[in-house]
Protein backbone atom coordinates (compact mmCIF):
# COMPACT_ATOMS: atom_id res chain seq x y z
CA UNK A 1 0.00 0.00 0.00
CA UNK A 2 1.37 3.61 -0.96
CA UNK A 3 2.28 5.77 1.95
CA UNK A 4 0.20 8.52 2.53
CA UNK A 5 1.41 11.96 1.58
CA UNK A 6 -1.19 13.58 3.46
CA UNK A 7 -3.27 13.06 6.58
CA UNK A 8 -5.79 15.79 8.19
CA UNK A 9 -6.46 13.66 11.33
CA UNK A 10 -10.08 14.97 13.29
CA UNK A 11 -10.28 18.63 11.95
CA UNK A 12 -12.27 21.00 13.57
CA UNK A 13 -13.40 24.51 12.30
CA UNK A 14 -15.21 26.93 14.64
CA UNK A 15 -16.40 29.99 13.11
CA UNK A 16 -18.73 32.07 15.27
CA UNK A 17 -21.79 30.77 16.07
CA UNK A 18 -21.46 27.72 13.69
CA UNK A 19 -19.16 24.92 13.60
CA UNK A 20 -18.22 24.05 10.14
CA UNK A 21 -16.24 20.83 10.33
CA UNK A 22 -16.66 18.03 12.89
CA UNK A 23 -13.47 15.52 13.26
CA UNK A 24 -12.98 16.09 9.50
CA UNK A 25 -9.97 13.97 7.77
CA UNK A 26 -8.65 13.58 5.10
CA UNK A 27 -6.02 10.98 4.20
CA UNK A 28 -4.11 11.29 0.05
CA UNK A 29 -2.01 7.94 -0.67
CA UNK A 30 1.40 9.16 -2.55
CA UNK A 31 0.35 9.48 -6.53
CA UNK A 32 -3.43 8.94 -6.44
CA UNK A 33 -6.06 11.07 -8.01
CA UNK A 34 -8.48 11.94 -4.91
CA UNK A 35 -11.58 13.13 -5.44
CA UNK A 36 -13.81 15.48 -2.53
CA UNK A 37 -17.22 15.65 -3.06
CA UNK A 38 -19.88 17.06 -1.11
CA UNK A 39 -22.92 19.79 -1.03
CA UNK A 40 -22.19 23.71 -1.02
CA UNK A 41 -21.47 24.35 2.23
CA UNK A 42 -20.70 20.61 3.48
CA UNK A 43 -16.66 21.75 3.93
CA UNK A 44 -14.74 21.16 0.88
CA UNK A 45 -13.28 24.62 0.91
CA UNK A 46 -12.81 25.33 4.71
CA UNK A 47 -10.93 21.97 4.79
CA UNK A 48 -8.07 22.75 1.81
CA UNK A 49 -8.12 26.42 3.25
CA UNK A 50 -7.11 24.76 6.42
CA UNK A 51 -4.46 22.85 5.20
CA UNK A 52 -2.58 25.61 2.42
CA UNK A 53 -2.99 28.11 5.54
CA UNK A 54 -5.73 30.59 4.35
CA UNK A 55 -7.85 29.51 7.40
CA UNK A 56 -6.40 28.29 11.09
CA UNK A 57 -8.04 25.12 12.30
CA UNK A 58 -9.28 24.90 15.77
CA UNK A 59 -7.97 21.65 16.75
CA UNK A 60 -6.95 18.34 14.98
CA UNK A 61 -3.08 17.74 13.37
CA UNK A 62 -2.21 17.84 9.71
CA UNK A 63 0.78 15.42 8.40
CA UNK A 64 2.31 16.06 5.24
CA UNK A 65 5.32 13.93 4.03
CA UNK A 66 4.93 12.13 7.42
CA UNK A 67 5.67 15.88 9.07
CA UNK A 68 3.36 17.63 10.94
CA UNK A 69 2.97 20.77 9.49
CA UNK A 70 0.86 24.08 10.27
CA UNK A 71 1.40 26.53 7.49
CA UNK A 72 0.61 30.15 8.15
CA UNK A 73 0.63 31.27 4.37
CA UNK A 74 -0.46 29.64 1.16
CA UNK A 75 2.97 30.50 0.21
CA UNK A 76 4.38 28.77 2.67
CA UNK A 77 2.39 25.63 1.79
CA UNK A 78 3.47 26.59 -2.09
CA UNK A 79 7.02 26.37 -0.59
CA UNK A 80 6.50 22.93 0.58
CA UNK A 81 4.83 21.94 -2.28
CA UNK A 82 1.07 22.05 -2.23
CA UNK A 83 0.16 24.00 -4.82
CA UNK A 84 -3.69 25.65 -5.06
CA UNK A 85 -5.86 25.72 -8.62
CA UNK A 86 -8.56 28.17 -8.09
CA UNK A 87 -11.97 27.76 -9.94
CA UNK A 88 -11.11 31.73 -10.60
CA UNK A 89 -8.01 31.53 -12.80
CA UNK A 90 -5.37 33.70 -11.30
CA UNK A 91 -4.09 35.01 -14.70
CA UNK A 92 -2.97 38.62 -15.02
CA UNK A 93 -4.18 39.86 -18.82
CA UNK A 94 -1.44 42.58 -18.90
CA UNK A 95 1.40 39.92 -18.44
CA UNK A 96 3.52 37.36 -20.50
CA UNK A 97 2.77 33.71 -20.00
CA UNK A 98 6.28 33.46 -18.54
CA UNK A 99 5.80 36.70 -15.83
CA UNK A 100 2.88 34.76 -14.94
CA UNK A 101 4.67 31.76 -13.98
CA UNK A 102 6.85 33.19 -11.93
CA UNK A 103 5.41 36.18 -10.22
CA UNK A 104 6.87 37.30 -7.48
CA UNK A 105 9.92 35.08 -7.30
CA UNK A 106 12.37 36.65 -5.99
CA UNK A 107 14.93 34.62 -7.69
CA UNK A 108 14.61 35.87 -10.96
CA UNK A 109 15.53 39.64 -10.03
CA UNK A 110 18.92 40.68 -10.05
CA UNK A 111 20.77 43.32 -6.76
CA UNK A 112 19.54 46.02 -8.80
CA UNK A 113 15.98 44.16 -8.43
CA UNK A 114 15.59 44.45 -12.26
CA UNK A 115 13.59 40.95 -14.11
CA UNK A 116 15.98 38.75 -15.47
CA UNK A 117 13.93 38.18 -18.32
CA UNK A 118 15.92 36.19 -20.52
CA UNK A 119 16.20 33.71 -17.97
CA UNK A 120 12.62 33.80 -16.70
CA UNK A 121 11.32 33.11 -20.25
CA UNK A 122 13.91 30.20 -20.88
CA UNK A 123 12.67 28.10 -17.21
CA UNK A 124 8.97 29.00 -18.52
CA UNK A 125 9.82 27.07 -21.60
CA UNK A 126 11.55 24.26 -19.99
CA UNK A 127 8.51 23.87 -17.68
CA UNK A 128 5.90 24.04 -20.48
CA UNK A 129 8.39 21.95 -22.34
CA UNK A 130 8.20 19.16 -19.88
CA UNK A 131 4.66 19.08 -18.98
CA UNK A 132 4.02 18.46 -23.36
CA UNK A 133 2.51 22.33 -23.23
CA UNK A 134 3.23 24.81 -26.57
CA UNK A 135 2.44 27.60 -25.74
CA UNK A 136 4.51 31.15 -26.67
CA UNK A 137 6.07 32.47 -23.37
CA UNK A 138 5.58 35.87 -24.79
CA UNK A 139 1.95 35.46 -25.36
CA UNK A 140 -0.02 37.76 -23.18
CA UNK A 141 -2.50 36.75 -20.77
CA UNK A 142 -5.79 38.24 -22.27
CA UNK A 143 -4.69 36.46 -25.39
CA UNK A 144 -5.05 32.56 -23.80
CA UNK A 145 -7.85 30.34 -24.34
CA UNK A 146 -9.54 29.37 -20.69
CA UNK A 147 -7.66 25.74 -21.76
CA UNK A 148 -4.47 27.38 -22.18
CA UNK A 149 -4.52 29.56 -18.46
CA UNK A 150 -5.38 26.06 -16.83
CA UNK A 151 -1.89 25.05 -18.43
CA UNK A 152 -0.44 27.92 -17.19
CA UNK A 153 -1.65 27.37 -13.88
CA UNK A 154 -0.81 24.09 -13.79
CA UNK A 155 2.94 25.27 -15.32
CA UNK A 156 3.05 27.61 -11.84
CA UNK A 157 2.78 24.96 -9.30
CA UNK A 158 5.09 22.53 -11.26
CA UNK A 159 7.65 25.72 -11.29
CA UNK A 160 7.55 26.02 -7.41
CA UNK A 161 8.40 21.60 -7.49
CA UNK A 162 4.30 20.98 -6.32
CA UNK A 163 4.11 17.43 -5.42
CA UNK A 164 0.16 17.70 -4.25
CA UNK A 165 -2.25 19.62 -6.23
CA UNK A 166 -5.64 20.96 -5.60
CA UNK A 167 -7.49 21.29 -8.34
CA UNK A 168 -11.07 23.24 -7.55
CA UNK A 169 -13.83 22.68 -9.82
CA UNK A 170 -10.96 22.64 -12.80
CA UNK A 171 -13.26 22.10 -15.41
CA UNK A 172 -16.32 24.86 -14.55
CA UNK A 173 -15.52 27.27 -17.60
CA UNK A 174 -14.01 24.77 -20.07
CA UNK A 175 -16.07 23.87 -23.47
CA UNK A 176 -17.36 20.01 -23.44
CA UNK A 177 -14.66 19.04 -26.04
CA UNK A 178 -11.76 20.34 -24.49
CA UNK A 179 -12.41 18.48 -21.07
CA UNK A 180 -10.98 15.42 -22.02
CA UNK A 181 -7.92 16.78 -23.28
CA UNK A 182 -8.06 18.49 -19.42
CA UNK A 183 -7.98 14.80 -18.31
CA UNK A 184 -5.25 13.44 -20.75
CA UNK A 185 -3.23 16.19 -19.21
CA UNK A 186 -3.98 15.35 -15.61
CA UNK A 187 -2.91 11.66 -16.08
CA UNK A 188 0.45 12.87 -17.90
CA UNK A 189 1.05 15.15 -14.49
CA UNK A 190 -0.27 11.92 -12.31
CA UNK A 191 2.31 9.50 -14.17
CA UNK A 192 5.08 11.54 -13.43
CA UNK A 193 4.81 11.42 -9.52
CA UNK A 194 2.27 14.28 -8.68
CA UNK A 195 -0.50 13.44 -6.55
CA UNK A 196 -3.63 15.57 -6.88
CA UNK A 197 -7.25 16.58 -5.21
CA UNK A 198 -9.95 17.12 -7.51
CA UNK A 199 -12.93 19.06 -6.30
CA UNK A 200 -15.68 18.43 -9.04
CA UNK A 201 -19.63 18.70 -8.52
CA UNK A 202 -19.44 16.59 -11.55
CA UNK A 203 -19.97 13.22 -10.97
CA UNK A 204 -19.26 11.86 -13.98
CA UNK A 205 -15.64 13.39 -13.99
CA UNK A 206 -15.02 12.01 -10.56
CA UNK A 207 -16.09 8.69 -11.69
CA UNK A 208 -13.79 9.15 -14.85
CA UNK A 209 -10.22 10.92 -13.04
CA UNK A 210 -10.29 9.98 -9.33
CA UNK A 211 -9.22 6.76 -7.86
CA UNK A 212 -10.88 6.68 -4.59
CA UNK A 213 -13.36 9.84 -3.40
CA UNK A 214 -13.76 11.66 -0.10
CA UNK A 215 -17.53 12.10 0.60
CA UNK A 216 -18.31 15.14 3.02
CA UNK A 217 -21.64 15.69 4.63
CA UNK A 218 -22.28 18.49 7.06
CA UNK A 219 -18.86 19.08 7.98
CA UNK A 220 -17.99 15.19 8.55
CA UNK A 221 -16.47 12.74 6.49
CA UNK A 222 -19.30 10.06 5.85
CA UNK A 223 -16.99 8.42 3.75
CA UNK A 224 -14.05 7.05 1.19
CA UNK A 225 -14.74 5.00 -1.41
CA UNK A 226 -12.65 3.14 -4.23
CA UNK A 227 -13.97 4.37 -7.87
CA UNK A 228 -14.94 1.33 -9.92
CA UNK A 229 -16.51 -0.43 -6.61
CA UNK A 230 -19.43 2.29 -5.73
CA UNK A 231 -22.06 3.87 -8.36
CA UNK A 232 -22.24 7.27 -8.98
CA UNK A 233 -25.52 7.56 -7.57
CA UNK A 234 -24.49 5.41 -3.91
CA UNK A 235 -22.00 8.53 -3.82
CA UNK A 236 -24.85 11.20 -4.16
CA UNK A 237 -27.19 9.68 -1.70
CA UNK A 238 -24.22 9.72 0.89
CA UNK A 239 -23.31 12.84 -0.21
CA UNK A 240 -27.17 14.44 0.34
CA UNK A 241 -28.14 11.94 2.86
CA UNK A 242 -31.39 11.01 1.20
CA UNK A 243 -32.53 9.53 -1.73
CA UNK A 244 -32.21 11.54 -4.83
CA UNK A 245 -34.93 11.73 -7.10
CA UNK A 246 -33.99 11.50 -11.35
CA UNK A 247 -32.51 14.73 -11.57
CA UNK A 248 -34.10 15.89 -14.84
CA UNK A 249 -37.35 15.73 -13.96
CA UNK A 250 -38.79 17.93 -17.41
CA UNK A 251 -41.29 16.14 -19.75
CA UNK A 252 -42.33 17.94 -22.92
CA UNK A 253 -44.80 20.64 -23.20
CA UNK A 254 -47.27 20.89 -26.30
CA UNK A 255 -48.14 24.75 -26.66
CA UNK A 256 -47.89 26.42 -29.47
CA UNK A 257 -48.58 29.39 -28.07
CA UNK A 258 -45.52 31.98 -28.92
CA UNK A 259 -44.56 33.71 -26.22
CA UNK A 260 -41.48 35.57 -27.91
CA UNK A 261 -40.03 35.72 -31.29
CA UNK A 262 -36.83 36.99 -32.08
CA UNK A 263 -36.12 37.98 -35.94
CA UNK A 264 -33.06 38.14 -37.41
CA UNK A 265 -31.17 39.58 -34.55
CA UNK A 266 -27.42 40.22 -34.52
CA UNK A 267 -24.87 42.14 -32.56
CA UNK A 268 -21.15 41.38 -30.62
CA UNK A 269 -20.09 37.51 -31.74
CA UNK A 270 -23.63 36.22 -33.30
CA UNK A 271 -25.36 37.51 -36.66
CA UNK A 272 -29.05 37.13 -37.82
CA UNK A 273 -30.70 35.02 -34.48
CA UNK A 274 -34.57 33.74 -35.44
CA UNK A 275 -36.30 31.57 -32.75
CA UNK A 276 -39.47 31.21 -31.07
CA UNK A 277 -40.38 30.66 -27.79
CA UNK A 278 -43.41 29.14 -26.78
CA UNK A 279 -45.29 29.32 -23.48
CA UNK A 280 -44.83 27.00 -20.99
CA UNK A 281 -41.70 25.50 -22.85
CA UNK A 282 -38.36 25.09 -21.30
CA UNK A 283 -36.03 26.09 -24.53
CA UNK A 284 -32.66 25.22 -24.58
CA UNK A 285 -29.56 27.01 -26.41
CA UNK A 286 -26.27 24.90 -27.05
CA UNK A 287 -22.51 26.40 -27.79
CA UNK A 288 -19.67 25.74 -26.73
CA UNK A 289 -17.23 28.58 -26.10
CA UNK A 290 -17.09 31.38 -28.26
CA UNK A 291 -20.01 30.48 -30.06
CA UNK A 292 -22.04 33.65 -29.05
CA UNK A 293 -24.33 31.95 -26.35
CA UNK A 294 -23.32 34.66 -23.86
CA UNK A 295 -23.80 37.66 -26.09
CA UNK A 296 -27.37 36.39 -27.42
CA UNK A 297 -27.96 36.11 -24.02
CA UNK A 298 -26.82 39.31 -22.65
CA UNK A 299 -28.62 40.98 -25.66
CA UNK A 300 -31.56 39.62 -24.96
CA UNK A 301 -31.39 41.30 -22.03
CA UNK A 302 -30.60 44.49 -23.19
CA UNK A 303 -26.88 44.44 -21.46
CA UNK A 304 -25.31 44.87 -25.36
CA UNK A 305 -26.93 46.61 -27.85
CA UNK A 306 -28.17 44.72 -30.97
CA UNK A 307 -27.10 45.87 -34.34
CA UNK A 308 -30.54 44.85 -35.82
CA UNK A 309 -33.55 42.85 -35.63
CA UNK A 310 -36.18 42.61 -33.88
CA UNK A 311 -37.79 41.04 -30.20
CA UNK A 312 -41.65 40.36 -29.95
CA UNK A 313 -43.21 39.75 -26.94
CA UNK A 314 -46.85 38.36 -27.15
CA UNK A 315 -46.91 39.88 -30.42
CA UNK A 316 -45.89 43.28 -29.41
CA UNK A 317 -42.38 44.58 -30.75
CA UNK A 318 -40.06 45.47 -28.09
CA UNK A 319 -38.68 49.23 -29.40
CA UNK A 320 -36.14 49.67 -26.77
CA UNK A 321 -33.60 47.30 -26.01
CA UNK A 322 -32.22 48.16 -22.67
CA UNK A 323 -32.03 46.52 -19.19
CA UNK A 324 -34.95 48.76 -17.96
CA UNK A 325 -37.32 48.11 -20.61
CA UNK A 326 -36.93 44.93 -20.84
CA UNK A 327 -37.03 44.48 -16.73
CA UNK A 328 -40.64 46.27 -17.40
CA UNK A 329 -41.63 44.02 -20.44
CA UNK A 330 -40.90 41.16 -17.27
CA UNK A 331 -37.92 39.21 -19.15
CA UNK A 332 -35.38 38.31 -16.50
CA UNK A 333 -32.07 36.92 -16.44
CA UNK A 334 -29.95 34.88 -14.42
CA UNK A 335 -26.32 35.32 -15.35
CA UNK A 336 -23.37 33.27 -16.33
CA UNK A 337 -21.46 34.64 -13.28
CA UNK A 338 -23.34 35.31 -10.51
CA UNK A 339 -20.53 36.49 -8.12
CA UNK A 340 -20.05 39.27 -10.52
CA UNK A 341 -23.08 39.91 -11.92
CA UNK A 342 -26.17 38.37 -10.20
CA UNK A 343 -25.69 39.68 -6.81
CA UNK A 344 -24.64 42.12 -4.41
CA UNK A 345 -21.91 40.29 -1.97
CA UNK A 346 -22.41 42.34 0.98
CA UNK A 347 -25.57 42.95 0.66
CA UNK A 348 -28.37 40.99 2.97
CA UNK A 349 -30.42 38.46 1.47
CA UNK A 350 -33.66 40.14 2.37
CA UNK A 351 -31.73 43.23 0.19
CA UNK A 352 -30.87 41.48 -2.81
CA UNK A 353 -34.07 39.45 -3.53
CA UNK A 354 -36.02 42.52 -3.09
CA UNK A 355 -34.07 44.82 -5.10
CA UNK A 356 -35.50 43.79 -8.58
CA UNK A 357 -39.30 43.88 -7.98
CA UNK A 358 -40.05 45.67 -4.66
CA UNK A 359 -41.54 48.76 -7.15
CA UNK A 360 -44.50 46.66 -8.09
CA UNK A 361 -45.18 46.09 -4.49
CA UNK A 362 -46.17 49.31 -2.73
CA UNK A 363 -48.74 51.10 -0.34
CA UNK A 364 -49.81 54.08 -2.72
CA UNK A 365 -46.65 56.03 -3.91
CA UNK A 366 -44.47 54.11 -0.61
CA UNK A 367 -43.07 51.09 -1.58
CA UNK A 368 -44.35 48.62 0.87
CA UNK A 369 -41.06 47.15 2.70
CA UNK A 370 -43.60 44.69 4.73
CA UNK A 371 -44.64 43.05 1.34
CA UNK A 372 -41.45 42.82 0.23
CA UNK A 373 -39.97 41.10 3.62
CA UNK A 374 -42.72 38.50 3.38
CA UNK A 375 -42.35 38.14 -0.43
CA UNK A 376 -38.74 37.44 0.60
CA UNK A 377 -39.57 34.90 3.22
CA UNK A 378 -41.46 32.96 0.78
CA UNK A 379 -38.87 32.59 -1.47
CA UNK A 380 -36.38 31.62 1.12
CA UNK A 381 -39.08 28.57 2.15
CA UNK A 382 -40.02 27.62 -1.71
CA UNK A 383 -36.49 27.64 -2.59
CA UNK A 384 -35.07 26.19 0.72
CA UNK A 385 -32.44 28.92 1.01
CA UNK A 386 -30.24 28.25 3.81
CA UNK A 387 -29.61 31.18 5.84
CA UNK A 388 -29.49 32.32 9.32
CA UNK A 389 -32.04 34.57 8.25
CA UNK A 390 -32.98 36.84 5.62
CA UNK A 391 -30.56 39.68 6.53
CA UNK A 392 -27.38 37.22 6.56
CA UNK A 393 -25.22 38.61 3.83
CA UNK A 394 -25.19 37.06 0.31
CA UNK A 395 -21.28 36.44 0.47
CA UNK A 396 -21.70 34.58 3.27
CA UNK A 397 -23.85 31.65 1.90
CA UNK A 398 -22.71 28.19 -0.15
CA UNK A 399 -22.52 28.67 -4.21
CA UNK A 400 -25.92 26.86 -4.55
CA UNK A 401 -27.49 28.98 -1.92
CA UNK A 402 -26.13 32.38 -3.88
CA UNK A 403 -27.77 31.11 -6.98
CA UNK A 404 -31.29 30.33 -5.42
CA UNK A 405 -30.95 34.43 -3.99
CA UNK A 406 -30.33 35.28 -7.77
CA UNK A 407 -33.29 33.52 -9.39
CA UNK A 408 -35.37 34.52 -6.31
CA UNK A 409 -34.54 37.71 -7.15
CA UNK A 410 -36.10 37.56 -11.04
CA UNK A 411 -38.97 35.59 -10.09
CA UNK A 412 -39.83 38.11 -8.01
CA UNK A 413 -40.97 40.24 -10.55
CA UNK A 414 -43.20 37.72 -11.92
CA UNK A 415 -41.66 37.44 -15.18
CA UNK A 416 -43.00 36.13 -18.64
CA UNK A 417 -39.40 34.74 -20.12
CA UNK A 418 -36.93 33.88 -17.84
CA UNK A 419 -33.43 33.59 -19.80
CA UNK A 420 -30.82 30.86 -17.50
CA UNK A 421 -27.40 30.94 -18.63
CA UNK A 422 -25.50 28.09 -16.65
CA UNK A 423 -27.61 28.24 -14.28
CA UNK A 424 -26.58 25.21 -12.62
CA UNK A 425 -22.82 25.92 -13.27
CA UNK A 426 -20.34 25.66 -9.47
CA UNK A 427 -23.67 24.03 -7.93
CA UNK A 428 -23.91 20.83 -6.24
CA UNK A 429 -25.92 17.93 -7.15
CA UNK A 430 -28.43 18.67 -4.29
CA UNK A 431 -28.91 22.14 -5.26
CA UNK A 432 -28.96 21.03 -8.95
CA UNK A 433 -31.87 18.95 -8.57
CA UNK A 434 -33.85 21.57 -6.83
CA UNK A 435 -33.15 23.66 -9.72
CA UNK A 436 -34.26 21.72 -12.18
CA UNK A 437 -37.67 21.12 -10.11
CA UNK A 438 -38.40 24.42 -10.18
CA UNK A 439 -37.79 24.87 -13.72
CA UNK A 440 -39.75 22.05 -14.77
CA UNK A 441 -43.06 23.64 -11.66
CA UNK A 442 -42.25 27.23 -13.22
CA UNK A 443 -42.85 26.33 -16.60
CA UNK A 444 -46.22 24.19 -15.83
CA UNK A 445 -47.47 26.65 -13.16
CA UNK A 446 -46.73 30.51 -14.09
CA UNK A 447 -46.92 29.35 -18.01
CA UNK A 448 -44.02 31.50 -18.52
CA UNK A 449 -41.21 30.52 -21.15
CA UNK A 450 -37.57 29.85 -20.41
CA UNK A 451 -34.55 30.11 -22.55
CA UNK A 452 -31.92 27.47 -20.65
CA UNK A 453 -28.46 28.26 -22.14
CA UNK A 454 -26.00 25.66 -21.12
CA UNK A 455 -22.80 24.26 -22.11
CA UNK A 456 -23.65 20.64 -20.31
CA UNK A 457 -25.22 18.17 -22.67
CA UNK A 458 -27.10 16.12 -19.89
CA UNK A 459 -29.00 19.15 -18.66
CA UNK A 460 -29.71 20.74 -22.08
CA UNK A 461 -31.17 17.45 -23.11
CA UNK A 462 -32.30 16.46 -19.78
CA UNK A 463 -34.26 19.61 -19.44
CA UNK A 464 -35.43 21.08 -22.69
CA UNK A 465 -38.32 20.62 -25.19
CA UNK A 466 -36.49 21.95 -27.97
CA UNK A 467 -32.72 22.73 -28.49
CA UNK A 468 -30.97 25.53 -30.77
CA UNK A 469 -27.39 24.60 -31.61
CA UNK A 470 -25.24 27.95 -31.80
CA UNK A 471 -21.32 27.89 -33.63
CA UNK A 472 -19.50 30.60 -34.93
CA UNK A 473 -22.45 33.04 -34.12
CA UNK A 474 -25.00 31.82 -35.82
CA UNK A 475 -27.77 29.00 -34.93
CA UNK A 476 -26.63 26.14 -37.39
CA UNK A 477 -29.67 23.53 -36.10
CA UNK A 478 -32.83 23.65 -34.03
CA UNK A 479 -34.07 20.06 -32.81
CA UNK A 480 -36.81 18.42 -31.05
CA UNK A 481 -34.96 17.34 -27.76
CA UNK A 482 -36.49 13.69 -27.72
CA UNK A 483 -34.22 11.20 -29.16
CA UNK A 484 -30.91 13.57 -29.68
CA UNK A 485 -27.28 11.91 -28.17
CA UNK A 486 -24.64 13.94 -26.26
CA UNK A 487 -22.57 13.19 -29.09
CA UNK A 488 -25.36 15.00 -31.61
CA UNK A 489 -25.45 18.29 -29.85
CA UNK A 490 -21.52 17.96 -29.50
CA UNK A 491 -20.95 17.40 -33.39
CA UNK A 492 -23.28 20.29 -34.42
CA UNK A 493 -21.86 22.93 -31.94
CA UNK A 494 -18.24 22.04 -33.13
CA UNK A 495 -19.23 23.13 -37.01
CA UNK A 496 -20.25 19.14 -37.90
CA UNK A 497 -23.31 18.36 -40.24
CA UNK A 498 -25.37 15.71 -40.03
CA UNK A 499 -28.46 14.35 -42.07
CA UNK A 500 -31.55 15.93 -42.21
CA UNK A 501 -34.00 13.99 -39.83
CA UNK A 502 -37.61 15.15 -40.58
CA UNK A 503 -38.88 13.81 -37.16
CA UNK A 504 -36.38 15.89 -35.26
CA UNK A 505 -35.15 18.78 -37.35
CA UNK A 506 -38.20 22.28 -37.36
CA UNK A 507 -37.71 25.79 -38.24
CA UNK A 508 -36.75 27.96 -34.54
Known amino acids: MAAYILQMKEIDKIFPGAKVLDHASLEVKQGEIMGLIGENGAGKSTLLKILTGLYTKSSGQIFFKGREVSYASIEEAADDGIAFMHQELNIFPNMTVAENIFLNRKDYTNRLGLVQKKRMEADARRVLETLGVKINVNAMGSDLSIHEQ ?111 KVSGLSGENFDNVDLELMKSEVLGIYGLAGSGTLELAETLFGYRKSVKGTVTLEGKEIRKKDIANMVKNRIAYVPLNRKKDGFVRDMSVFENISMAGCESHKKGVFI ?141
Open 150 to 260: QMVEIAKAMSMNAELIIMDEPTAALPENEVEIFFRFIRRLNSQGITIIYVSHKMVEIETICDRVTILRNGSVIDVVKVGETAIDEMVNKMVGRQLDEYYVHTPTKNNNVLL
Open 368 to 508: DWSKNREICDEFMKTLSIKAVSRDTHVNLLSGGNQQKVVLSKWLSIHPKVLILNEPTRGVDVGAKAEIYNLIDRLVKTEELGIILISSEAPEVLGMTDRVLIMHKGQICAALKTEGVQQEQLLKLASGGKEEQDETKQETA
